[in-house]
């Protein structure tokens, strides 16, 4: 079993709706969670930034964690075609963890 | 936040070639991870690499094939040695952030070897 499941979609959405992106693990010593933005022919950008469980807001997006069901999902809110892109998610438990991506494309 | 360059940002080499990537950080920190991310594979943790000793690898790397180089607390080397068509790959640099640790990323360096 793999440390961290991400479902690779590829997902298309129209603009303004709302996206849902997520993120399974088997580590429970997780605490540590991010989401990171890829465009193509670029490196990963921190998008969020989680420690422990729980909610964090900024701006459109809502990044939540749920250690009970090992389970991290970001939301975009309002989704625009600057919005497509490679989402990853990480957990960190001394050393890093990634996620294949989720390839997410908004159609204007 | 740490702003991270690459260089170079992308290259076609030859079997058997080998190709030395570098990566700028524009502030000192004390550890600097290089990765390999292949399509449609999450991002592969190759080594750390830490100023002022051996670089540390993960499984399934070897300094013969990947050594790297730090020299100081902003900079780091990877060079991927004796390259063949099985090491095309986006090859990136990392550094933790402060005091959080969340990673930043470069650009990545896309290697194509024919």
């Known amino acids: 079993q793999k440390e961290v499941e991400q479902d690779p979609g590829p997902l298309s959405v129209p603009e303004g709706a709302i996206v849902s992106l997520n993120c399974t693990y088997s580590?429970?010593?997780?605490?540590?969670f991010m989401w990171y933005r890829q465009y193509s022919r670029k490196g990963p950008e921190l998008l969020m930034y989680?420690?422990?469980?729980g909610n964090k807001e900024d701006g459109r997006f809502t990044a939540q964690v749920d250690k009970s069901s090992k389970y991290i999902s970001l939301f975009i809110r309002d989704s625009q075609p600057s919005d497509s892109a490679t989402y990853l998610c990480a957990m960190m438990e001394v050393q890093f963890y990634f996620g294949t991506g989720t390839s997410l494309t908004v159609i204007p | 936040s740490a702003v991270i360059s690459q260089k170079p940002s992308r290259d076609i080499c030859q079997r058997g070639t080998s190709l030395t990537i570098q990566c700028q950080v524009d502030?000192?920190?004390?550890?600097m991870f290089w990765y390999r991310q292949q399509p449609g594979q999450s991002l592969t943790l190759i080594a750390t690499a830490n100023q002022g000793s051996e670089a540390t690898y993960e499984s399934g790397f070897v300094i013969d094939k990947f050594p790297i180089s730090r020299p100081n607390l902003t900079f780091s080397t990877l060079t991927v040695s004796n390259m063949s068509p099985e090491d095309s790959s986006i090859y990136l640099c990392s550094a933790p952030g402060e005091p959080y640790n969340e990673q930043f990323f470069g650009p990545g360096t896309r290697l194509t070897v024919l």
């Open positions: 989680t420690y422990s469980s």
């Open positions: 580590n429970s010593a997780f605490q540590y």
């Open positions: 502030s000192q920190v004390t550890m």
